[in-house]
């Protein structure tokens, strides 16, 4: 149980297109979805905290109206990287958090973004 | 389908205890092996293990991959109570869609 489902797992884009990332709960209701981006030798770095019917919450020093968070119902979040430059090419993944299971964490499989 | 199993699920030790986590992996296209300390939102970054039989150390934990077996230990020595945690291992794997495959992670919890 308890499975988060990224997609897609790879895109490349042109520099200024805008690209969509969907964070899916397929079986429990995760009122809390974490966005984080990937760097080298695999840190992840939290971008934003995704609560249902509400705004996200940014970390200081990620840009709200580059990566657009919106958790519209309790099993989907989605991260939109606007106008992406190649500097955005990065691995991202999200994460959702089971209330009943107190803070643990379920992990979606990740999104490898190649900006060209 | 990719699948990463971690034992146990949890583990309640006393302070000063030694602990060893398990992480065993099935996937295809295999690169390396990472654990992660998670104790609120961002995980954080422990091992990365590539090549099978070398231990890696950072202080009081050490890590070591089986590639054979399929497997990875995590051990904690002289456990203190900020050892308490989630603690993750995943698979990163490579072959044209890079992937990472979290286990469930094991909840370590030192009591004083």
């Known amino acids: 149980g308890a499975v988060v489902s990224q997609h897609p797992s790879r895109v490349i884009c042109k520099s200024g297109t805008s690209v969509k990332i969907e964070c899916r709960s397929l079986?429990?209701?995760?009122?809390?979805m974490f966005w984080y981006r990937q760097f080298p030798k695999k840190s992840l770095m939290l971008m934003a905290t995704s609560n249902e019917g509400s705004k996200a919450t940014y970390e200081q020093g990620v840009e709200k109206d580059k990566f657009l968070i919106n958790h519209a119902s309790l099993t989907l979040s989605t991260l939109t990287v606007t106008s992406a430059h190649p500097e955005d090419s990065s691995f991202y993944i999200c994460?959702?958090?089971?209330?009943?299971?107190?803070?643990?964490?379920?992990f979606g499989s990740g999104t490898q973004l190649s900006v060209l | 389908e990719d699948k990463v199993v971690q034992s146990p699920l949890s583990l309640v030790v006393h302070e000063g205890d030694t602990v060893t986590l398990n992480c065993s992996y099935e996937v295809t296209n295999f690169r390396s092996l990472l654990w992660y300390k998670q104790e609120k939102k961002a995980p954080t970054f422990l091992f990365m293990l590539t090549s099978s039989g070398i231990e890696k150390k950072s202080g009081r934990l050490s890590s070591i991959l089986d590639k054979k077996e399929l497997f990875s230990i995590l051990n904690i020595t002289a456990t203190q109570t900020g050892d308490s945690a989630i603690y993750l291992c995943a698979s990163f794997t490579g072959g044209g869609a890079d992937g990472l495959t979290f286990g469930k992670g094991t909840h370590l919890i030192i009591q004083p």
């Open positions: 079986d429990f209701q995760a009122t809390t």
């Open positions: 994460s959702a958090r089971d209330g009943d299971r107190g803070w643990k964490l379920f």
